[in-house]
């Protein structure tokens, strides 16, 4: 089986685009459910 | 000998037989195995590995034949249609049996310990490291784009997206995709213990994380599965259908007014596509498609993305302490990879043998259902990334 280098390296950037992505959309996602919690705020532990 | 000769067709098996089909019918075994005697994932294994046999068996009528028939004019080729064939083409080519079940697994997520503390929704992202990481591997290894994109979403630990992703990139190896996914979530309880092990010390494992329970106000919950659809739908439009699907479950369950509903699509739903899933993704695992080299280093692969997603979240979460006072115990990273709820266990588990009193349960839980968004998200991503 012979290694390819170069399509590896030519897959890097998306990978890395990839997991950024993933962090983005789970930051605002994040973002919204903090707005969420503030406009609606917790109720009462009982 | 007129009688033997015309007794020959119940021997027309010996005529199509393989070494491959007889191996196939050994895992098929071994997965059954596994399933019953081990409880590994029963309600996947068990099927897949019965649906290996029934698609192995020599002019197995499960499965599409092509006859030759002769007629006045010459020759005429005949299509005799197998049930497993039909179900695969009207349940998975389609995509519709893993959106129905993901109907059915929204219903039964409690999004509560995420909303009560939304950081963990950070280490979900972490934790998806090991399908890009995968990914990239696959390609060194000599795997196309598409099969290398189908291989690292072994890593979403999530089966229904698993079968989603594969099928979208039209993977010749769902079969041995499907086999390695589920093997791994059933095996998460050995393979999550190791590779945190490998990256934390024993005083991080003992770090005690408080837990003062929050309760989210009902509208936060009806709001919140509205409004992750239309954050992925518009950032990831190629997540919509899963991500849809997961957060019309979960509205239903809110709801509060469908509480019939949502008890159908936990269970009988659920069940009834779950009954038919595995036995239908065994349309995959014929001999000569599964008994191959790739198979093998798929199945290596799929270990590789398990680590890899491990050691993301584990690492991002000893990156946030690095800048956080209140200290979070790295283990908890690990819970972000989508393997619901069985990771989450394995980490209170770790937890409490490090420390009988430090209950991590319900942190863990929280950045586990936040991986079973973002490994629908990252599935999404790769889906528009890669076209």
């Known amino acids: 089986m012979q290694l390819n280098i170069s399509g590896f390296l030519a897959v890097l950037p998306t990978a890395v685009y990839g997991i950024l992505g993933v962090f983005v959309v789970m930051a605002l996602i994040y973002g919204v459910i903090r707005l969420l919690l503030a406009v609606f705020p917790r109720d009462k532990l009982r | ?387």
Not at chain 2, 1 to 29: A, C, N
Not at chain 2, 282 to 293: C, D, G, H, K
């Open chain 2, 1 to 387: 000998m007129h009688f033997l000769q015309s007794m020959s067709f119940l021997l027309d098996w010996t005529k199509g037989i393989t070494p491959g089909m007889v191996l196939m019918w050994i895992i098929g075994g071994v997965l059954i195995f596994l399933a019953i005697k081990k409880d590994f994932e029963p309600a996947l294994l068990l099927p897949m590995g019965f649906g290996a046999i029934l698609v192995n068996i020599p002019f197995s009528g499960a499965i599409d034949q092509i006859y030759r028939a002769v007629t006045g004019g010459g020759s005429l080729e005949i299509v005799q249609e197998g049930i497993i064939d039909v179900l695969f083409r009207a349940g998975i080519a389609n995509e519709v049996f893993p959106l129905l079940l993901f109907v059915g697994i929204g219903a039964m997520i409690d999004f509560g310990p995420l909303l009560s503390n939304p950081k963990m929704l950070l280490f979900g992202a972490a934790a998806q490291f090991g399908i890009f990481f995968t990914m990239s591997v696959s390609v060194l290894f000599g795997f196309d784009l598409r099969d290398a994109a189908s291989i690292g979403i072994i890593g979403a630990a999530d089966g229904p997206t698993a079968i989603f992703v594969s099928n979208f990139f039209q993977s010749k190896y769902i079969g041995a995709i499907m086999v390695a996914a589920y093997s791994y979530m059933a095996l998460v309880p050995i393979v999550q213990p190791f590779a945190i092990r490998l990256v934390t010390t024993k005083a991080e494992r003992r770090i005690k994380m408080r837990y003062s329970p929050k309760s989210v106000s009902k509208t936060t919950k009806i709001l919140f599965p509205i409004v992750v659809t239309l954050i992925a739908g518009l950032f990831a439009p190629q997540s919509v259908s899963l991500v849809g699907f997961l957060m019309f479950g979960n509205l239903i369950r809110e709801c509060g007014v469908l509480d019939s509903l949502s008890l159908s699509a936990q269970h009988e739903l659920a069940n009834l596509i779950t009954l038919f899933l595995g036995i239908t993704i065994a349309s995959r695992m014929r001999a000569e498609e599964f008994v191959t080299l790739d198979t093998f280093i798929i199945i290596a692969l799929g270990l590789v993305a398990f680590v890899f997603d491990t050691i993301g979240g584990v690492l991002f979460a000893k990156l946030i302490n690095i800048f956080s006072k209140k200290k979070i115990n790295p283990m908890v990273g690990a819970a972000g990879i989508s393997a619901f709820p069985m990771s989450a266990r394995v980490i209170q588990k770790m937890g409490t043998a490090e420390d009988p009193t430090n209950h991590l349960l319900m942190h863990a839980v929280g950045a586990n259902v936040a991986g079973q968004i973002a490994s629908v998200i990252a599935g999404g991503l790769i889906m528009t990334l890669i076209h």
